[in-house]
């Protein structure tokens, strides 16, 4: 079936950097994204989400970019901290409600 | 205010048993879903539940039900355990909104951990 994934599985940055997490999704008729934080031990938290009229939208050090032409989704995280280390997933809406369907998830390291 | 509750944090038990998950929505949210993540993946959609009724279910067997209360709480059932049930299981809840066909924020649950062995 069609599925959500991502390029990297890892991401190592220094504090104070700017992180990048990409993200491919397959099914062009979703039209609802969401990031979502996991840290150890917690379920997923909400980070920000997008809709397919949009291409870009900005919350608290955090961006999400949405490249329908090419099915992809990217979040940058500004200024990186220690606290921002976790698994990071995208998710699309394929279907009404909240079926969501996530990615496999990647790991954000940050180096202090 | 008290986000997405489940009980128990973390619970063992051994193939063919039955299992009943919890979880307390965030106060006027009506709509709950559940999620099973297995250990390095994303979470997969087993069911929704709003105003009480399924609204909509993923891809697992018939052993896998779940019902809401009319004080929007869930319960999450799992007959004749495999050992492949092992797993987060993650309960979400979601604002109210003029319609279930609507996309919203999934708030989630620190999910109960099963381990079947």
Known sequence: ???????????????????????????????????YKQESGKGPQFIIDIRSNMDKRQGQRVTVLLNK????????????QPGDSAVYFCAENQEYGNKLVFGAGTILRVKS | ?????????????????????????????????????????????????????ERGRGNFPDRFSARQFPNYSS?????????????????????????VLANEKLFFGSGTQLSVL
């Open chain 1, 1 to 35: 079936g069609e599925s959500v994934g991502l390029h990297l599985p890892t991401l190592s940055v220094q504090e104070g950097d700017n992180s990048i997490i990409n993200c491919a999704y397959s099914n062009s008729a979703s039209d609802y994204f969401i990031w």
């Open chain 1, 69 to 80: 032409t090419v099915k992809h989704l990217s979040l940058q995280i500004a200024a990186t």
């Open chain 2, 1 to 53: 205010d008290a986000g997405v509750t489940q009980s128990p944090t973390h619970l063992i038990k051994t193939r063919g048993q039955h299992v009943t998950l919890r979880c307390s929505p965030i106060s006027g949210h009506k709509s709950v879903s559940w999620y099973q993540q297995v250990l390095g993946q994303g979470p997969q959609f087993i069911f929704q539940y709003y105003e009480k009724e």
């Open chain 2, 75 to 99: 319960e999450l059932n799992v007959n004749a355990l495999l050992l492949g049930d092992s797993a987060l299981y993650l309960c979400a809840s979601s604002l109210p909104g003029q319609s």
